[in-house]
């Protein structure tokens, strides 16, 4: 566990199959590097995530969760996203009120913006690193 | 505000009138020995108690899942289980065609499991009872949102000067109202229990505080079980998916390194945290029913306050009002994006 500990943090996303997680393999098919502590779950809309999910995920051990789909406006299903928006947002509410920010992120990703999915999770990445390394130092 | 000025004979005639009709019933408390349950009133008022301080179980959790259409039931409550119920008709728990609902001003209430000293029957005495005994008030009630007789169909409201006033919300409130015979007059003076004020401050904690009082966790998963509004028959808890079992949890301690046994207790309380949200009307029943007297309305409350801010939504206010998870605006929660 130690080990792995040294590689970097651990995030988990979830990405909607029609959008997020097709830019995701985009990204991989135009040769784009992302830090490899990242697993993409595979979710037929955003709204399915659940979010016993994402506390599942970071009460288990991941560092960050990621919550990425369609644009709003843009889902595949009308209007799954809109009830994503408002889920997740909660759930960060009540992340805030046990001083956890920072470790769930919302992104709208849509399948043509490879360059927009990198950047986003290397940001996300670099943040939870430097705040475990700033932890570590104390 | 148009009412009725009415007393604890004449509601009482009317709700034995109401029993009269076949296929009628009420559901309110009754007395047994030196205690109070609820009950299920058919053909008479036997031992019928109108107005008592005591709370052990959320009435809701006893009226979930009854969808019979034939059947009228007038429910004599709490505003607590009434906004509960109100919840669950939102979620199809309950079928709102059937039942008529009758909150009655509560000035707080002791936990049945605690010592007590005679039981008062009368709103006002109940009022003086719990002013008397302040320091053995729940919790949850001495935070409560809503104390006030003004959710349901019909409201029975104490006035200042020690009387007894009945006012209707909704037809069928007015409808039970009529069976009492006293003219209808514009109610002036004030109420004995006013408006809740507000906390200030929204509710924060930290995972360290939270981990460590669920230390004492058995995870019996009784506050599940007694919330009016966990309904879900297949809970994800039932199965071993979240709570693992056997060789799975053995598994998952490799994996995951030194843990605490049982193992879950913080994913448990924080995903129903979550999952009732919106619905949790701060009864306190999950702290009644917790063996380990973990104080868990705090955290519910608190956290369900503040997601429900965030909608300016308030749980069992009223029926019409959606649930926010259920619904969206196109243009809002631009921040929600990182």
Known sequence: MEENRDKGPEIVGFACSYCTFKASE???????????????????????????????????????????GCHPGDCHFIKGNFFTRRKIAALKEMFKAFSMDGRLKLFWVSAAEARRFVDKVTTMYKELKEERDAGKKN | MQGKRIDREKLEGALKGFLKEPGQLIFGFG????????????????????FNPYFSINGATLFRRVFSKDVKVLLMLRPCEIRSIVELIKLNQIEPEGITTLSIDCPGTVSLGAERD???????????????????MRWACT???????????????????????????????????????????????????????KDAEPFATDMGTFSSELSRCILCKNCRDMCPICYCIDCLFNGDEYLPKGDALLNKIIRKGTDDLPEGRE??????????SQTCVGCGACEEACPQKIPLTKYFKGISERLQGMFSYMSGRDVKEIIPYLTFKEDELKDAED
């Open chain 2, 31 to 50: 007395r047994k020995g030196g205690l109070v349950t609820h009950r299920m009133y058919r053909d008479d008022l036997h031992g019928f108690s109108m």
């Open chain 2, 143 to 197: 935070v409560c949102r809503e104390r006030r007789g003004v959710v349901g169909d019909l409201g029975i409201r104490m006035a200042g000067d020690k009387s007894l006033w009945a006012f209707p919300y909704t037809e069928k409130g007015k409808a039970f109202l009529a069976t009492i015979e006293v003219p209808e007059e514009e109610f002036k003076g004030g109420f004995l229990l006013g408006e809740d004020k």
């Open chain 2, 118 to 136: 005679g039981l008062p029957d009368d709103p006002f005495e109940a009022k003086d009872y719990m002013v008397e005994h302040r320091d053995g």
């Open chain 2, 267 to 276: 994913l448990f309380h924080m995903v129903r945290l979550y999952h009732v």
């Open chain 1, 26 to 68: 985009m990204a991989g098919s135009l040769r784009m590097k992302y830090p490899e502590g990242i697993r993409v779950i595979q979710v037929p809309c955003s709204s399915r995530v659940d979010p016993a999910f994402v506390i599942k995920a970071i009460l288990e051990g991941a560092d960050g969760v990621f919550v990425a």
